[in-house]
């Protein structure tokens, strides 16, 4: 995309006419269609007032990249997107596992070993991926009454679901196991809360 074809976007964008738009930079209206045409440039002296009026930097405009912060921003959701997606599949991993070498191959050491190793790799990367990328701390009390509600309402339907499938299939050797589900909901539904304030951090620095 030109200069030109960002410059037309921006005024669109802005719902404004070639004509106040030039009235703002104190030029002429013929000016302003060159310059959407391609026909000629913005002059060096022209370049900061554009990006005042239309709130972007020059890089936005001469070579279209996007702002560095939200830049940053959409990076730092695509490494939590991909860690915490590769961490709940492990953690989905190490159960099937867990049940497919108890009833399949009858050892039961084996699965339980491989179960550990699996959930402690999930919850390193987990961890990593929060230290690491400096995840931010929620301040809003709201929000923090919000989130504790939330892990309030995941203990008790696992516990229910706990003594339920217990009882009922009497497997209480491996329902334990739910115990770990809730953990991983809770610490799921943490990221999902200090992901809204993620940007705001950013921001910041």
Known sequence: MTIGERLYNLRKDKKIS??????ELNVSRQTISKWETGESTPDFDKIVPLCEYFNIT??????????IVEAKVDDKKKVY?????I???MYILSIAQ???TVEVFKKEILAITL???INAIATALIIYTCIVHKQPKLESKKENKTLELVHDIISI??????????????AWHLTWIIFIAVGLCNTIA???FNLKEEKEDINNE
């Open 81 to 85: 997107a991909r860690n915490i997606s």
């Open 115 to 117: 179960f550990f190793v």
């Open 87 to 89: 961490a709940v599949a």
């Open 157 to 170: 339907i696992g516990v229910i679901i706990y003594f339920l499938v217990s009882f009922l299939t009497m």
């Open 58 to 67: 020059s890089d936005e405009l001469l070579s279209g990249k996007e702002n």
């Open 190 to 192: 943490t990221l999902i």
């Open 98 to 100: 867990l049940i497919f």
């Open 18 to 23: 070639q004509e106040e738009l030039a009235n």
